[in-house]
T-cell receptor, first 114, second 116 residues
Framework: ETGVTQTPRHLVMGMTNKKSLKCEQH?????MYWYKQSAKKPLELMFV???????ENNSVPSRFSPECPNSSHLFLHLHTLQPEDSALYLC?????????????FGPGTRLTVL | AQSVTQLDSQVPVFEEAPVELRCNYS??????LFWYVQYPNQGLQLLLK??????LVKGINGFEAEFNKSQTSFHLRKPSVHISDTAEYFC??????????????FGKGTKLSVIP
């Protein structure tokens, strides 16, 4: 595997379910990100991790819980979601979390909440 | 706080014609500017970025962009498009967000449709 991978690619869940999204980067980067992409809205940054420490949390509801066990893996744990949480969730990584660093994106997980 | 405006949500263009996708930003501090492309069912991929130096930046797939500080713009251009350029294009600005980190702020995107 190369680049940034995400699993699953598609997920359908009910509002009472608990599920997790997984992201893995094979680039040796130090920073990882979760974004939410909804139709007709700009990408929304949810979480930033640098060297496994969370450095940014953009007022995301507590029903989204990130976990970064090491610099290659990032998880997004989901519980009691709402239908408006349906979106494409993108993971990205970069060498560091500096202003000039290019972010490399995974293909995303398409989440549907029923 | 910074913001990015992409003036056109959709741009249809005939194959081999030139195209310009517009992007304006607002920020009170120095910024770094990026264009990303998203092909169907894929994540975003960097086309080009402006960090400093020459205001004309060349990227992959024949795209280029010009940074204009006085007009706070970073328009993307290609002199002759191909069918394979059909995708959604995102302009983004990177600026300091506090707490020791930088954040990418994206525009809403422009869907480019190349017509055979």
């Amino acid at each position: 595997e190369t680049g940034v991978t995400q699993t699953p690619r598609h997920l359908v869940m009910g509002m009472t379910n608990k599920k997790s999204l997984k992201c893995e980067q094979h680039l040796g980067h130090n920073a990882m990100y979760w974004y939410k992409q909804s139709a007709k809205k700009p990408l929304e940054l949810m979480f930033v991790y640098s060297l496994e420490e969370r450095v940014e949390n953009n007022s995301v509801p507590s029903r989204f819980s990130p976990e970064c066990p090491n610099s290659s893996h990032l998880f997004l744990h989901l519980h009691t979601l709402q239908p408006e949480d349906s979106a494409l969730y993108l993971c990205a990584s970069s060498q560091d979390s500096g202003a000039q660093d290019t972010q490399y994106f995974g293909p995303g997980t398409r989440l549907t909440v029923l | 706080a910074q913001s990015v405006t992409q003036l056109d949500s959709q741009v249809p263009v005939f194959e081999e014609a030139p195209v310009e996708l517009r992007c304006n930003y607002s920020s009170s501090v120095s910024v770094y500017l990026f264009w990303y492309v998203q092909y169907p069912n894929q994540g975003l991929q960097l086309l080009l970025k402006y960090l400093s130096g020459s205001t004309l930046v060349k990227g992959i797939n024949g795209f280029e962009a010009e940074f204009n500080k006085s007009q706070t713009s970073f328009h993307l251009r290609k002199p002759s498009v191909h069918i394979s350029d059909t995708a959604e294009y995102f302009c983004a600005v990177s600026a300091y967000s506090g707490a020791g980190s930088y954040q990418l702020t994206f525009g809403k995107g422009t869907k480019l449709s190349v017509i055979p």
